[in-house]
């Protein structure tokens, strides 16, 4: 089917990929389902095919791409130092929602790097992301499948509404298991540093390497310094309607909810005394789920017009921890403390 003017809408099937592959082939930009969320993915060895991604999404030139590989052997031709710890983790958590920041070789265009000396790597644990990548022949750089400051995409359904006439295909596999970005760890830096939270936790990896460390960008707005992930200093995330996170207990969120104009992004737990229209992201305990919500909630609200959204703060022990981050940017990190 054809949705709009040169974007194809591909289904997850042999076809589907053979004509992905030949579109990314020729040079070309195809929107893909990975676990985490989509990518819009380009010849990750070809320059000039990864800068239209910069295009199409309007992201800033500085913001450096993550090269998905499907294997391990692919890993060698675009890095100079493979640290013991790249061999362990990649032995626990791949195929895995884990960006590893490593050395890059020159085999890495610029426009991948963005004047950085390193590459993020991951091997998606989605297999039609893998078998694209095979029928390919070479990595796909691919940053979420989102126009840059929006929200990131869990079903193709977003990537038609963001990308529809601005890529050559998307690929159709259904809604992402994870829903929220990768993990992505730094092993380029003298001590492991954890860059942005993701489903795989602190301490799922420091049972694997020991001790790592935690960015402070994570819990907090940028700054000013130089970040050690550029894509942190960006606005993100952001629906149309104004974000706001109150912090408090139940009974607090409930009492504000009630009395101010808007809509509550809450938990299950919440919804029988709630007196506002809501969404909720799962139970207040179910962190995974809250996850594989958090951004098809924030677009349906754009769908139902809400102009300000009040949510109740998740929190933030594990998978926690990035649902928490997410919404601390959709909200501008502004905070009400109840
Ligand atoms: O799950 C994911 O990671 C998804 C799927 C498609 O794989 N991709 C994704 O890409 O979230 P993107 O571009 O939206 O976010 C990548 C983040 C940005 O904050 C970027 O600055 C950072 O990773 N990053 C990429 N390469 C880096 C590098 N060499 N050094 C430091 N940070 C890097
Ligand atoms: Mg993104």
Not at 78 to 100: I, N, V
Request: aromatic letters at 6%; charged letters at 20%; proline letters at 5%.
């Amino acid at each position: 089917m054809v949705i709009e003017i040169n974007t194809l809408l591909l289904k997850d099937d042999k076809k589907g990929i053979q004509t992905g592959a030949e579109l990314l082939k020729k040079g070309g930009l195809v929107a893909i389902p990975t676990e985490t969320v989509y990518g819009l993915a380009a010849n990750a060895l070809d320059g000039k095919a990864v800068l239209k991604i910069f295009e199409a999404k309007g992201r800033a030139q500085d913001n450096p791409l993550i090269v998905h590989i499907a294997d391990w052997s692919m890993i060698h031709e675009l890095t100079t130092e493979l640290p013991q710890q790249a061999y362990k983790l990649a032995k626990s958590f791949w195929p895995g929602p884990l960006t590893l920041v490593l050395k890059k070789s020159a085999a890495i265009p610029e426009t991948v790097s963005c004047g950085l000396s390193t590459v993020g790597i991951r091997i998606p644990d989605n297999t039609i992301a893998r078998d694209l990548i095979r029928a390919c022949g070479f990595p796909l750089a691919a940053p979420s499948a989102n126009l840059s400051g929006g929200v990131s995409p869990t079903t193709a359904e977003h990537c038609i509404v963001d990308l529809a006439g601005r890529v050559d295909g998307i690929i159709d596999g259904g809604s992402c298991t994870v829903g929220l970005e990768s993990t992505v760890l730094s092993l380029a830096h003298d001590v492991p540093v954890i860059l942005r939270p993701g489903y795989i936790g602190q301490e799922d990896i420091e049972a694997v390497i020991g001790p790592v460390s935690m960015d402070k960008t994570i819990f907090g707005q940028f700054t000013g310094e130089v970040p050690l992930a550029p894509g942190m200093k960006y606005k993100h995330y952001s629906p149309k309607a104004e974000v706001i996170v109150l912090k408090g207990t139940k009974s607090q969120y409930i009492n504000y909810v009630n009395q101010n104009n808007g809509y509550a992004l809450c938990f299950d737990e919440d919804c029988d005394e709630l007196k506002v229209p809501f969404l909720s992201l799962g139970s207040e305990h179910d962190f995974a789920t809250q996850a594989s919500r958090l951004f098809s909630c924030l677009r349906e609200f754009d769908q139902l017009g809400a102009e300000k959204i009040h949510a109740r703060c998740p929190g933030s022990e594990g998978v926690g921890l990035a649902v928490y981050n997410r919404l601390l940017r959709a909200a501008s990190f502004h905070v009400i403390e109840l």
